[in-house]
């Protein structure tokens, strides 16, 4: 394990901490008034100007995590907000001037030959979209996204007596009582409408700025512009076409066959959104573990029989305090794994309230955290900082390696099968959605004056290519046309999905080698880990042993890989 018991700095003094923009500009100004006289003085350079962004990055992390934490606390809301406000922008055209800086050294070109060409290559295109008047636009489209968080907060429903949040009455789903999953369906959908008019005003507004954003950088949509500002060089929206055309040839009769599956074996006349969730043996819920502190001990337990330093990583962040993973009243919704670049110790956010669900999920943020303690030795935060499409392939490919030690959470062997069943009919369900998410992202963008009615069009129409067609929602239209609005990801951070269903292939790709040969699939996939972002997505994809690729072909393979093996669990 790396040394993470204290944090180094040579730039910055041990004990500073931030209450005031003026605390931090000078160090800004010294960066920008050094003079660079050789590629060392250039890499030393780079290496304080890293250490300000871990500061910083880390600064901002911590008070984002302790307002998520307790929503109802105004003072983290405002220590959130400071930095925002205060903080975020005057950061950004000073960070502009640096970069710049950097481009101009005469010394950039010996850099760029070797690990810094990623991260160059993101500079010059960060450098040419910086627009000084969309500091504004940015900062006011940051609060507004986070107004998502505070009215899904606010969402509770009350179920048999007892006032819950919404993901606590989604448990019911899972309920053999046919009436009680239908009670809460309509409870949670009648709930969610009540909000729709507020979450699509703000859509729209957030749709309107993220435009404005663009045009002001020269760009026709703000697609074409989130393509270059998230560094997406290797791949086109193309491939994300690509993509969603893959799936729905080579996923979706599979997918029918599912919901038939289902239909015929709960001996249902029609099958309805709130059948989607319940075991068809009958049983009740899979129940992995109750409580949070024994989520976390099970899993060190199952990471370790993966490899050892897998659950060196939990147990080092279970000693520190780096994880909040219980659901409760005024914590706002979601998971997420924070990468903290100076500590070098992430942070795991959850609301488990004892789902299978949430074992995978802290399967999930648990690869991220390895990622991140396996990245912590790279010099610079700029190498640590990987794009998506690496940092899910991390996470989704740990929940399918991770299955063969599930035994720790599951003694009885029926239980076991049934987890591992849920778990690939979850994965071939989840990219659909992807498909559906990204596509309307898509349309949303490059359409961005359309009204109300033709947003809903859009929907229905892309939602229903890649829905079943057995599910009947008659009587909760209302409920399917607004399905989107559940999403956070369009309200938070626009464009971040596809990478999910990239990823999500990938990892199937790591387990299938997984199977085969589980010491070099994992020496594979630390490898590839270990290299952060100073490759390209392609040549980490290669690292682990696998294609990156959206062809019909190599998806169709992927696809019919996972297939097989459900069929031998069925």
């Known amino acids: 394990m790396h040394n993470l018991t204290h944090i180094s700095r040579s730039f910055l003094p041990l004990d500073f901490s931030l209450n005031a923009w003026s605390q931090i500009e000078p160090f800004f100004k010294q960066l920008l008034d050094k003079s660079i006289g050789s590629k060392t003085e250039l890499e030393k350079w780079l290496k304080n100007k890293s ?6 990055e880390e600064d901002m992390a911590w008070r984002y995590i302790k307002m998520n934490i307790n929503t109802k606390d105004e003072g983290l809301q405002q220590s959130f907000n400071f930095f925002v406000t205060e903080i975020s922008p005057k950061v950004a055209p000073l960070n502009n001037l640096l970069e710049k800086k950097l481009l ?19 500079i010059r295109k960060s450098v040419e979209l910086f627009r000084e008047e969309n500091i504004p636009i940015q900062t006011r489209l940051e609060q507004k996204s986070q107004e998502f968080g505070a009215i899904a907060a606010d969402m509770s429903v009350e179920i048999q007596g007892e006032k819950m949040t919404l993901q606590r009455a989604a448990k019911f789903y899972e309920s053999t009582d046919r009436s009680l999953r239908k009670e809460t369906f309509e409870k949670i959908n009648t709930r969610r409408l009540t909000d729709k008019d507020k979450l699509n005003n703000l ?36 491939d994300c076409f690509d993509f969603h055309e893959s799936i729905e040839e080579a996923l979706m009769p599979y997918m029918h066959k599912l919901d038939q599956e289902r239909k015929e074996a709960l001996n249902l006349g029609t099958l309805k959104p709130w059948d989607k969730s319940v075991d068809l043996t009958g049983k009740s819920p899979l129940k992995p573990f109750e409580t949070g502190a024994e989520l976390l ?5 199952v990471f370790t029989k993966i490899d050892s330093y897998f659950g060196q990583c939990l147990t080092t962040m279970r000693d520190r305090n780096y994880l909040d993973l219980e659901s409760k009243e005024g914590k706002a919704p979601g998971g997420f794994n924070y990468p903290l670049y100076e500590s070098g110790i992430p942070f795991i956010y959850m609301n488990a309230v004892g789902t299978f669900r949430d074992m995978v999920t802290m399967m999930h943020e648990g690869g991220h955290a390895v990622h991140s303690f396996l990245m912590h030795n790279l010099p610079l935060v700029d190498f640590q900082n990987t794009p998506s499409e690496v940092a899910e392939l991390a996470s989704m490919s740990m929940e399918l390696i991770s299955m063969d030690h599930w035994d720790v959470f599951f003694d009885d062997k029926e239980d076991l ?18 498909a559906t998410i990204d596509n309307f992202q898509h349309w949303i963008y490059q359409n961005p004056t359309h009204n109300l009615p033709e947003r809903y069009e859009a929907w229905e129409r892309i939602n229903d290519k890649f829905s079943g067609t057995l599910t009947d929602w008659s009587g909760w239209e209302d409920a399917k046309l607004n399905s989107w609005q559940r999403q956070l990801h369009l309200y938070e951070v626009p464009f971040y999905y596809i990478e999910y269903g990239m ?9 299938r080698n997984y199977k085969s040969d589980p010491s070099k699939a ?15 997505i392609g040549e980490i994809y290669e690292t682990a042993g696998i294609q990156f690729d959206f062809s019909s072909t190599y998806v169709k393979e992927l696809i019919d890989f996972v297939w097989s093996e459900l069929a031998k669990l069925k």
């Open 51 to 56: 250490e300000l962004d871990a500061f910083l």
């Open 104 to 122: 101009s050294s005469s010394f950039i070109d010996e850099l760029e030959k070797g690990t810094h060409y990623i991260m160059i290559r993101g």
């Open 203 to 238: 859509y729209s507004e957030l749709i309107t700025d993220r435009h404005q954003v663009a045009v002001n950088a020269g760009y026709e949509n703000f697609r074409d512009y989130m393509f270059d500002a998230m560094g997406r060089f290797d791949y086109s929206p193309q």
């Open 297 to 301: 001990q099970k899993s060190i337990e």
């Open 417 to 434: 099968k049934r987890a591992k069943i849920e778990q690939l009919e979850g994965v071939l369900q989840t990219l659909p959605w992807v």
């Open 503 to 511: 990823a999500q292939l990938g990892a199937i790709a790591v387990w």
């Open 522 to 536: 994992i020496a594979n996939y630390k490898a590839a880990l270990e290299l952060g972002y100073t490759k390209s």
